[in-house]
Each structure stands twice: as structure tokens, then as C-alpha cells.
């Protein structure tokens, strides 16, 4: 997944996916299903436009920053579950189950 800044200086999340059957067909499927049934869901990144061809690529709104990171493409960052037990290790199964739930409802 890339940073790209668009002709209007706005910064979007571009991914690029090779044509490899298994891998782009699923993630052809998981494409078509965000943009058939959950186009607008608060806790996913919403997708603004998706081609295929020799290559599956679609870009989407990046997601939140990871806090203290730059606002540009060089220094951006995202705000990840991975990132998150990265900097504070397990969370409490309160903020564990509210974030499943989350996640679930998608």
C-alpha cells in the first residue's frame, strides 16, 4: 500500500495488487463485497476508486495516524491494531471485546 497525493494535494492510500489468480481473485471478492454492501461503514476506510486489469488497483481514504506522526506521505503512519499493541502491549478484554464488536458489525 502506497501514499499517493492526488491533483488536488489530497492524500490517499493507493494499493496495487499483480495479477496472481488465487490472491487477486479474493481480493477481487473482498473488493466487490466492501463496495456492494459496505461502502460507507464508520470502521472501515472508505474506497474511491478501484480498476482491474493486468493489475487489481484501488485507492481509498487513509486511515487514521498513528498519533505523533507527520502529516505528508513521508511521515505518515497508521493507526493499526498492530501498531497499537506495539506500543502498549495487550489491551484490557473491556477494550478488547468493544473493538471485536466493532470489527464484527462490518
Given at each position: 500500500?502506497?501514499?499517493?497525493?492526488?491533483?488536488?494535494?489530497?492524500?490517499?492510500?493507493?494499493?496495487?495488487?499483480?495479477?496472481?489468480?488465487?490472491?487477486?481473485?479474493?481480493?477481487?471478492?473482498?473488493?466487490?463485497?466492501?463496495?456492494d454492501r459496505?461502502?460507507?461503514?464508520?470502521?472501515?476506510?472508505?474506497?474511491?476508486?478501484?480498476?482491474?486489469?493486468?493489475?487489481?488497483?484501488?485507492?481509498?481514504?487513509?486511515?487514521?495516524?498513528?498519533?505523533?506522526?507527520?502529516?505528508?506521505?513521508?511521515?505518515?503512519r497508521p493507526?493499526?491494531?498492530?501498531?497499537?499493541?506495539?506500543?502498549?502491549?495487550?489491551?484490557?478484554?473491556?477494550?478488547?471485546?468493544?473493538?471485536?464488536?466493532?470489527?464484527?458489525?462490518?
Amino acid at each position: 500500500v502506497w501514499v499517493a497525493r492526488d491533483a488536488a494535494g489530497g492524500l490517499h492510500a493507493l494499493k496495487v495488487v499483480e495479477t496472481v489468480a488465487e490472491t487477486s481473485h479474493r481480493e477481487s471478492q473482498a473488493l466487490g463485497l466492501i463496495l456492494d454492501r459496505l461502502p460507507n461503514h464508520p470502521h472501515l476506510v472508505r474506497i474511491t476508486y478501484a480498476t482491474a486489469g493486468p493489475r487489481l488497483v484501488y485507492a481509498m481514504e487513509l486511515a487514521d495516524p498513528l498519533a505523533g506522526c507527520e502529516a505528508g506521505p513521508a511521515g505518515y503512519r497508521p493507526d493499526t491494531l498492530s501498531a497499537r499493541l506495539a506500543g502498549r502491549g495487550h489491551f484490557p478484554l473491556s477494550d478488547a471485546i468493544a473493538l471485536a464488536l466493532d470489527l464484527l458489525s462490518a
